[in-house]
């Protein structure tokens, strides 16, 4: 383009995919950013489904192919069913996850369902669990030795299943669904209950950890049981003196991972995840015998959840806790951000709960009668791109932004090819500028942007980042990445894009991310950081904008 660099003059409206645009030009000075090489790289990170509508084995030999084509997730939780023989009908099924039971388990009776597991064809699903809960758990207590030699029993079964299915490993679920489970002792000296709580753990951990040492415990919550939910401060005492003895005898090739399963509920902003972050390396150490300190800091890990259900309003007395973030931005835009930070806070898994949604169309259980595509469409292609964004290997790519502060030529200051646009009756550019290698937008500001124009290259894909926040401590409006394309003609195409987030409070950093492919005639791009609504005084910031062009 002879002219110069199209930048667009008007956003309107957050998260569109088909909008075009007026265009004004600027200089060509925008092409001449020199590119950065990226620091950034972000872990790869799974999903895991462990939802109402988990399939049996027998459901997955029917259904399989068609569960992989439609969920976007790494993994499922699976519910075995065994047979007593002998026994007809229903009243010989042995469930895997009704497990807290004096009734001992044969491995033989698993046979067939192993048989078939093992007969699957599996592509995308890779990290598969067991599903069990604490049911049906009715009288006991830590000092039944028969009891305990039945559920120790049954748990080292399950772990020789998911060693031999080559399985990730088991779902641990101490929520007490049946009957009273961790904190039932009748009577007993409460120091006693305390030790013996600690040698049953060591009895369950060496039950399971002898059948398959490379385990990986999905504890839907673990040192964050008792965390102010989930039963008396009794039974919070004596199931982490059980977890300590989990980790006494825990091999250094088994790992737990603490599902924070209450708080996760709530997430609606980074500063949510973030601080589930903060009780797995901090606040639930106090919880952790000194001899396992050292498992605890390399072997405990953070699966954060996602509970659908409360983002649809399927559960409204958890949906409420997410307001009023997710009543002020798009749906899908919500759950996409809450994802992200639930997957940059985690160490490997995310972990999705739900009751009335199913990844996978024809449910079983009855309950769920439609998909999560189905009930916010564009989740699946939402869930498609992240796990696309950490599989990603950043390695020797660049930035092809200009970044003021971090340019090698003295004589470009900020903003250097930046510019401002204010598109909204009073909004003002002086209110917005470059400052220490950080963009600043100060209110009130009813749509004002800063963008840069670079040449890209038509049909590549493109990563866009970016860490924003606002200093002050109540939000208004909304901030937004975006990014719009021109031909060579400077006439802006239709394939732009945004992606927006709730106005933050705190003063915490939060990250936008997205994919996009450049359009086949595109010959510019226009990358875009902007706030829609700000108040007055209110200042939103913006650091380490990135357009990454991917191989």
């Not at 940059?344 to 739900?354: A, E, L, M, P, T």
């Not at 949604?357 to 999560?372: D, I, K, L, M």
């Not at 796990?387 to 502060?405: C, K, V, W, Y």
């Amino acid at each position: 383009m002879a002219a110069g660099i199209v930048l667009s003059a008007a956003i309107s409206g957050c998260c569109t995919d088909n909008e075009v645009q007026n265009e004004i030009v600027i200089t060509p000075s925008a092409t001449s950013s020199r590119a950065v090489v990226n620091p950034w790289q972000q872990p790869r990170k799974k999903l895991i489904d462990m939802s109402w509508s988990n399939p049996s084995v027998d459901y997955l030999v029917e259904h399989l192919a068609r569960m992989e084509q439609e969920a976007q997730v790494d993994g499922i939780t699976v519910r075995f069913v065994g047979r007593k023989p002998g026994v007809e009908g229903k009243a010989g099924d042995v469930h895997c996850h009704n497990i807290i039971t004096k009734d001992m388990w044969q491995y033989e009776w698993f046979a067939d369902q192993i048989a078939k597991y093992n007969n699957l064809n599996f592509t995308r699903f890779t990290d598969n669990f067991i599903y069990t809960t604490m049911t049906p758990a009715r009288d006991m207590d830590w000092f039944d030795d028969a009891y305990w030699a039945a559920i120790c029993n049954n748990y080292g079964i399950l772990a020789r299943i998911s060693r031999e299915c080559n399985m990730t490993g088991i779902v641990f679920d101490s929520e007490e669904y049946g009957g009273r489970v961790w904190g039932n002792y009748k009577g007993s000296d409460r120091d006693a209950a305390i030790a013996k709580a600690r040698q049953r753990g060591q009895e369950w951990g060496r039950a399971v950890f002898t059948e398959n040492p490379n385990v990986t415990l999905l504890c839907l919550f673990f040192f964050s049981h008792g965390t102010f939910i989930m039963g008396d401060a009794e039974s919070s005492t004596l199931i982490h003196s059980f977890y300590n003895g989990v980790m006494d005898v825990m091999p250094p090739t088994a790992t737990i991972l603490d599902g924070h399963e209450y708080f996760g509920y709530f997430g609606r902003n980074y500063e949510c995840y973030a601080k589930l972050r903060y009780d797995i390396d901090h606040t639930f150490r106090s919880r952790v015998a000194a001899n396992n300190f050292a498992k605890y800091r390399t072997q405990v890990q953070l699966a954060a959840p996602m509970y659908i259900d409360a983002v649809t309003g399927a559960n409204a007395s958890f949906h409420r806790f997410l307001q009023p973030e997710i009543d002020n931005q798009p749906r899908l835009d919500f759950i996409r951000q809450c994802l992200w930070n639930a997957m940059c806070v985690s160490d490997q898994y995310v972990w999705f709960y739900s009751e009335r949604g199913c990844f996978w169309s024809q449910s079983a259980h009855p309950r769920v009668a439609s998909t999560w595509d189905e009930k916010i469409p564009g989740f699946n292609a939402m869930l498609a791109e992240l796990r696309e964004i950490t599989a990603i290997d950043l390695t020797g790519l660049s930035n092809i932004l200009l970044i003021p502060q971090l340019n090698a030529d003295p004589a470009v200051k900020e903003p250097g090819p930046w510019q401002f646009h204010a598109t909204g009756e009073g909004d003002a550019t002086d209110k917005s500028g470059w400052k220490d290698g950080k963009v600043y937008i100060t209110g009130p500001q009813t749509d004002s942007y800063t963008g840069q124009s670079v040449t890209i290259q038509p049909g590549k894909r493109y990563l866009l980042k970016v860490e924003t926040r606002i200093r002050t401590n109540a939000g208004s409006g909304q901030i937004y990445m975006g990014i719009s394309f021109s031909d060579a003609d400077g006439k802006t195409l239709p394939q732009s894009r945004e992606v927006c987030i709730q106005q933050l409070t705190g003063g915490y950093w939060e990250e936008i991310v997205f994919l996009i492919t450049a359009p086949e005639n595109a010959a510019t791009a226009t990358f875009k950081l902007g706030v829609k609504g700000l108040l007055a005084d209110q200042v939103v910031e913006f650091q380490h904008p990135q357009l990454i062009e991917l191989p």
